[in-house]
């Protein structure tokens, strides 16, 4: 059971590229970056996890909160399933598949054959178009390959994972039931939504002050890492090329930014895309840092970093609040 001539969307991040498979399967089709701002995606989180050897550095919102957010921006129903259940599970993707429709599943990566890195990621998606009696067939980012395939058991381990960010045997599919709203005034109000919602956080791990608090917290890392060669380096390669579309989703964001200006002719989030033109090379040099941290054990380098979080915390905080300004 495959669906014959299934167009892929091509993306870097593999909820947006998920999310944008779907979307196009059903002839809506927008940019990654469009998805991303649309989904009200950027974020940041600094968290230490027990499945993690060293903590873990974010820079977006909550997994699932990206695709529900495009889903209501656009007047999308969202269709979600989750179970403990194995056959359930499988009957759940079988269903929308035999009326060929492609599926959204979430999974931990740690179990797809197609990764050559192993760690336990349970956040990642992936689209299913189809099957055969071993193999499943997905879309994942263009990283991973874009069209690729695991076999069934391991697509079955990967579904049922449990542990940080899990969502067992959860799969999803997409429907347009009324007409798309004025994208203009939906840009707008997802600007206004991701900027209150970033400048807002619930706890200090989060938002401008998770960025602030990060510059405090990596001397802390630095000085009781068991390993820091592989642990700054790791964290540096999440950061920057783990589908983040580079600089921690930065880049993505920037995008959007100059794709909202010139789709509104809006002079004030032009600006703001200048801005996070700056933002986002900042960023990247934190994980050239890391790596230079990693590969010298050098505290100096750590120091630089942590000089940066403090301006990116103070340089994102200023521009989302013009941003959430611009975009009441």
Request: aromatic share 10%; net charge positive.
């Amino acid at each position: 059971m495959i669906i014959e001539n299934f167009k892929p969307f091509v993306g870097q991040h593999c909820e947006t590229t998920t999310t944008g498979n779907l979307l196009k399967q059903i002839g809506i089709e927008f940019s990654e970056p469009m998805l991303f701002g649309l989904g009200e995606g950027l974020g940041f989180l600094f968290w230490k996890m027990k499945s993690f050897d060293f903590p873990f550095i974010g820079g977006r919102i909550k997994t699932d909160l990206l695709t529900e957010n495009i889903c209501r921006n656009l007047n999308l129903k969202l269709e979600v399933k989750e179970t403990s259940s194995l056959k359930k599970a499988w009957a759940n993707i079988e269903a929308p598949l035999s009326k060929g429709k492609a599926i959204g599943l979430k999974l931990d990566c740690y179990h797809l054959e197609y990764f050559s890195s192993k760690i336990h990621f349970a956040g990642h998606y992936a689209t299913m178009y189809g099957h055969d009696d071993k193999y499943a067939y997905l879309i994942d980012t263009d990283q991973q390959g874009g069209a690729v395939k695991t076999t069934l058991n391991s697509l079955a381990l990967a579904r049922n994972e449990k542990g940080p960010m899990s969502s067992r045997n959860k799969s999803f599919t997409i429907e347009q039931v009324e007409a798309l709203p004025d994208l203009n005034q939906t840009i707008k109000k997802a600007i206004f939504n991701n900027a209150t919602d970033y400048l807002n956080p619930p706890i200090k791990n989060l938002g401008y002050k998770g960025v602030k608090k990060t510059a405090t917290e990596i001397k802390k890392w630095f000085q009781s890492s068991k390993n820091i060669k592989d642990e700054f380096q790791t964290s540096a390669m999440i950061m920057e090329r783990a589908g983040t579309g580079g600089a921690l989703f930065r880049n993505l964001y920037r995008d959007f930014l100059k794709e909202s200006a010139e789709r509104l002719e809006s002079k004030a989030i032009e600006l703001a895309y200048e801005e996070f033109k700056e933002i986002a090379l900042l960023w990247t040099e934190i994980s050239n840092l890391f790596i230079k941290v990693g590969e010298t054990k050098n505290e100096k380098y750590l120091l630089e970093a942590s000089s940066i979080f403090i301006q990116l915390s103070e340089k994102e905080k200023q521009v989302m609040e013009k941003l959430r300004n611009t975009s009441k």
